[in-house]
């Protein structure tokens, strides 16, 4: 892209507003792609929480982050693959989300709920997920029925 970019302003006989366009365009969409290229890759999301999903995995990064990797309920098991979602870190949650993890490695499976705070105006957006901030997560377990196939 680089070459391109540099072969036009030195060799095409556009008009100097042309080529300062393109230049713009050119990084203005190099720009786009830097800071939309880890959503693709599959980076952990902050934004959004399925209200019931099944939970794979946790990681917990103690001072700063919570991770968990969970498939939305809503979907179905079978058709959607795991997303990471990041939450802050409240020693509530990690003390929840422990709980959850032992019962994981036991092989039980487990099936997060996301309850919107009562007396906070539920930020529904998406559908049916809510925002993370305003909401708590409640770890149950899961019924044999809704455990996956290996």
């Not at 930020?123 to 809704?146: K, N």
Request: charged share 20%; glycine share 6%.
């Amino acid at each position: 892209m680089a070459a391109i970019l540099l072969a036009m302003n030195l060799y095409a006989n556009w008009h100097w507003v042309i080529k300062l366009l393109t230049n713009a365009v050119v990084l203005s969409l190099l720009f786009v792609t830097y800071h939309s290229y880890p959503g693709i890759l599959g980076w952990p999301t902050d934004r959004t929480l399925p209200k019931q999903f099944y939970l794979h995995a946790v990681n917990v990064d103690e001072p700063t982050t919570i991770y968990l990797w969970g498939t939305d309920l809503d979907r179905g098991l079978g058709r959607t693959v795991p997303r990471s979602y990041a939450l802050d870190y409240t020693a509530k949650l990690h003390d929840q989300v422990n709980k959850a993890s032992r019962k994981l490695r036991k092989g039980l499976p487990v099936i997060g709920q996301a309850a919107v705070k009562t007396g906070t105006p539920s930020a529904v957006s998406e559908g049916d997920q809510t925002d993370v901030a305003d909401s708590d997560i409640v770890f149950v377990d899961a019924p044999q029925a809704l455990i996956p196939g290996k």
